[in-house]
C-alpha cells in the first residue's frame, strides 16, 4: 500500500507520499509541493499527503490510472473511506465503527483538491470532475458572487454533507478553577505561589482565543506591554521555531486587558528571579512560556508538556470537563465576543481566520440560537404590534 514518509529539508520538515514500489508519486509530489508554494503549515501537507496516501493505495489495488479515474471511482473511494475498507487486505463482513463523516469529508476534499490542482495543469480528466455553476435569477447570492457572474464558478461533482456539531466551550466557573488551581497571590508576602507559566498561558487563551501553538510561539518582544496605551500581543509568522510551532493565519495585533498584561510582568519578574536575565543572551528573542525545571532552562515549552500538564489538572481539579483540550479556550473565547454582540467579522479577525467563512461556519450557530432565543418571549413580541399600528 502507498504510505507518507517524513522528509527532513534544509527548510524544516515535510511530507511525501511512496507507492507500492516505494517510489514518489510524482503526481502528489507535484501537488503538495504547490501547497508549500502557498505557506501551508506542516501539518497540513501532513494531512493531506495521510489523504492522498489512501486515494494512491485505492488506485493501486485497483490498477487504476490516476489520470484514467471519474465519478464512479471517487464514490467508491468515499464508501471505502466511511468503512475503513481502503487499506485493508480482507473486506470484513460484520459490521465495524463507521469513519466520522469529518473525517470523510476532509480525506476527499484532499482528494478533489489535487484534481483540481491538475485541472488547472491541463489535465483533460481532472476537468470533468468539476462542474461550472451559473447563480439563478432570483437565487440566493453567496458573498462577491459578481465576481464569478459571467463565468460562474469551479465546483466539485463530489459533495458530502457534514452535521455541524456545536463547538465544545468551558464555563467562566471552570475557567476559574483551573486558573486558580496554578496559581494564587498570597497578599501577606506579596508574591505568586504555585504554576505562574501556566496560570498565565491559561488566560492569555482564554482572553485572546490564540491557538496553543500561537501562543506558545510567542517571544518577549512580541508583547507589548501598555505603557499610556492599550496592551497587546503580535502574532508573528517566523519558520524557526525548534518545536516546528508557527502561526498559522499570519501576523496580526491582538488587543488584551491590564489585568492580564500585569500578569505577564509579574511573570516576567519570577523569570528574573530564577536567573532568566543572566543566563538568556537575547531577552528579546527568548521564549515567554520556557522551561524552568526539565529540559534546557529556558528552552521553548513544548506542546506535549502542556497536554500532560493539562491531564494532571483535569484529575486534580474537579469539574473539569475530561475531554477539554486547550483548544477549548479558543471556542470559548469566539463563543463569548458573539454572544455579546460582536460583529462576526471582527471576532474572525482576532481569531486570524483566513476567510469569515471559516468562522460563520463554526460558530454560526452561537448567534443562531441567541436570536431564536428572542423570539421566546412571545408576549413580549406580540406587545410590539398594538404600539406600532396606534403609531
Request: net charge positive; charged share 25%; with cysteine.
Amino acid at each position: 500500500m502507498a504510505s507518507t514518509q517524513r522528509v527532513a529539508m534544509s527548510e524544516g520538515v515535510t511530507w511525501t507520499v511512496l507507492g507500492e514500489d516505494f517510489r514518489v508519486a510524482e503526481p502528489v509530489e507535484q501537488y503538495l509541493e504547490y501547497l508549500r508554494s502557498r505557506d501551508c503549515s506542516p501539518n497540513t501537507v501532513k494531512s493531506y499527503a495521510r489523504a492522498l496516501a489512501l486515494w494512491w493505495t485505492f488506485l493501486e489495488r485497483r490498477a487504476q490510472a490516476w489520470d484514467a479515474v471519474g465519478i464512479t471511482e471517487l464514490g467508491t473511494f468515499v464508501g471505502q473511506l466511511r468503512r475503513g475498507e481502503v487499506a485493508e487486505e480482507v473486506v470484513v463482513l460484520h459490521g465495524r465503527t463507521r469513519m466520522a463523516d469529518a473525517t470523510v469529508a476532509n480525506r476527499a476534499r484532499a482528494v478533489m483538491g489535487f484534481y483540481h490542482y491538475h485541472a488547472a495543469r491541463g489535465v483533460e480528466v481532472a476537468g470533468r470532475l468539476y462542474e461550472t455553476v451559473r447563480a439563478r435569477p432570483g437565487g440566493y447570492l453567496p458573498f462577491l458572487e459578481h465576481v464569478a457572474r459571467r463565468t460562474g464558478r469551479r465546483s466539485s461533482v463530489v459533495k458530502i454533507r457534514v452535521r455541524t456539531k456545536p463547538v465544545p466551550v468551558l464555563l467562566p466557573a471552570q475557567m476559574a478553577v483551573i486558573r486558580d488551581a496554578e496559581a494564587s497571590w498570597d497578599a501577606a508576602g506579596a508574591v505568586w505561589s504555585g504554576e505562574l507559566r501556566y496560570r498565565l498561558l491559561w488566560t492569555l487563551l482564554e482572553e485572546t482565543g490564540l491557538r496553543l501553538g500561537e501562543a506558545l510561539g510567542l517571544r518577549h518582544c512580541d508583547w507589548k506591554t501598555g505603557t499610556g496605551t492599550t496592551a497587546q500581543v503580535e502574532v508573528v509568522p517566523r519558520e524557526d521555531h525548534p518545536h516546528g510551532l508557527r502561526a498559522k493565519s499570519g501576523h496580526r495585533r491582538v488587543f488584551i486587558g491590564s489585568a492580564l498584561d500585569r500578569l505577564y510582568g509579574d511573570w516576567v519578574w519570577a523569570l528574573c528571579e530564577a536567573g532568566a536575565d543572566v543566563e538568556l543572551d537575547d531577552w528579546d528573542n527568548a521564549y515567554i512560556f520556557c522551561n524552568l525545571r526539565r529540559g534546557p532552562r529556558f528552552a521553548p515549552l513544548r506542546p506535549e508538556s502542556v497536554y500532560k500538564h493539562l491531564g494532571v489538572r483535569k484529575k486534580d481539579v474537579p469539574g473539569l470537563p475530561p475531554h477539554m483540550t486547550p483548544h477549548w479556550y479558543r471556542h470559548t473565547h469566539a463563543t463569548a465576543l458573539l454572544l455579546s454582540g460582536v460583529p462576526m467579522h471582527v471576532v474572525s479577525r482576532r481569531l486570524g481566520h483566513a476567510d469569515i467563512q471559516t468562522t460563520i461556519n463554526t460558530y454560526a450557530h452561537v448567534t443562531e440560537d441567541a436570536e431564536l432565543r428572542a423570539c421566546a418571549d412571545w408576549q413580549k413580541i406580540t406587545r410590539t404590534w398594538g404600539s406600532r399600528h396606534e403609531g
